[in-house]
């Protein structure tokens, strides 16, 4: 009985240390490396929502992987040093990435200074182009892939329109000296670095600058999935006259967050919901993220989406018991089993016991008999030190517990009974023998 306490006893420590583990390893957040450009508005949206997952200890914790542009951001998730990055669509996308979330979408903003001859795309044949420079590109070159495309497009040679990288800060003074015909800025429409772009040329052009649509935008977006063509609405860049004057489309291309397909759609579907709900609290630190959105749901993308995030979006997530009702059901069936077991086991064990117990009396009372028959005191002390050895089985832990008051009462009269049976013919064997009874005749 000792024993299968003990194990009983383990048993359950250990199922309670199951149990625990089981708990921690589930409540324990699953921390993702995300890759993001350095000092990127990215990095502040991602910075914020790290901080707030943490505080609020959710399940899904960010930790940012800073990189240098855009580019190597792409470099990052295919060396697989990082299970999310900020990428975008024409800067090396990487093609087995999947589309997580739409962080923003950007669009390829064509200006010249105000009174400027240029209108249209062709009208840049033999011009110079400032290609304003951004964080997010890292490199001037990267926003180039915008006007080939447009270029290619309108059959003006790339190599008749020449290029000059600018920053926002040489942007007035290369107009001023007309060491540029127009400018090329590629950003969120009516984002704070887009605006002060427009600014910036209106400044040096001492008038409203003039917009140049790339009116082939979704044309060259069939061509070119990665590419999309993008509405840029009267007064997106304020002031008093609404610049641009009249909406107008040009080409645009998406910062996206994207996942291998490897990632667990649990853990996606989860970051997904976290990011589109956290969107008022983030935007109130980076207002850059009221442009997250949710991919498209639409098969057959350029840029497929997880399906993590597809089962969010179509409200196909799976609860915890439709996840693991399988799991349940056997489980309880083992359980069940495994009592079952124990039961028939205990029942067996305590059946055993009460055979034994029987057994004891049954010596007992064979013992009582024998003693009584017994003809030599040797006899009796054998018969005796084997009392003392039920004696001692009778009241060992492992049969404790099966003794009942009746048992009880009927071990300890069997012992009392024998004790007194073998007393008394130790007093029969030791009285002085007598002499065989011989009749005397009386002589007359």
Known sequence: MRRFTLLAVFAGFAAIGACGLAL???????ILRVAVTRGADDQQVLSAAAYEFAQAHEQIGLKLVLVDSLAESARA????????????????????????????????????????????????????????????????????ALLDAALTQSDVPLASVGRAPLTLAELPDAIERHDVDAVLAIGTPGS???????????????????????????????????????????????????????SFDTLGVSTRMIARHTLNNDVVAELTELMLNAKPSLAAQAPIANRIEAPSTDKGGAVPVHAGALAYLGDEEQSFFDKYSDFIYIGAMLLSLCGT????????????????????????????????????????????????????????????????????????LGLSQVRQAIAERRIVLSAPGRAPFAPRIVAE
């Open 24 to 30: 921690y390893l589930y409540e324990r957040p699953t």
């Open 192 to 246: 704070a670095d887009l605006t002060e772009a427009v600014a910036a040329v209106s400044q040096a052009g001492h008038g409203p600058p003039v917009f140049i649509p790339i009116a082939e935008a979704k044309a060259i977006a069939q061509r070119s999935p990665n590419l999309e063509s993008v509405e840029v609405l009267r007064g997106a860049f304020g002031g008093a006259q609404p610049k641009p004057a009249e």
């Open 77 to 144: 998730f295919e060396d697989q040093r990082v299970d999310l990055a900020i990428v975008r669509g024409d800067i090396a996308m990487p093609v087995d990435g999947q589309t997580v979330l739409i962080m923003r979408r950007n669009a390829a903003v064509l200006l010249a200074p105000a009174g400027s001859a240029l209108h249209d795309v062709e009208d840049l044949k033999g011009r110079r182009i400032g290609i304003l420079q951004t964080e997010q590109a890292g490199r001037p070159d990267n926003d180039q």
């Open 341 to 412: 077991a124990i039961a028939t086991l205990a029942s067996r064990f305590k059946r055993q016991q009460q055979t034994d117990l029987e057994r004891i009396l049954q010596r007992l009372l064979e013992i009582i008999a024998a003693a009584r028959a017994a003809s030599r005191a040797e006899t009796l002390d054998e018969l005796e030190r084997e009392a003392d050895d039920l004696l001692a089985k009778a009241l060992a832990h492992d049969f404790n517990h099966a003794l009942s008051g009746s048992r009880l009462a009927a071990t300890s």
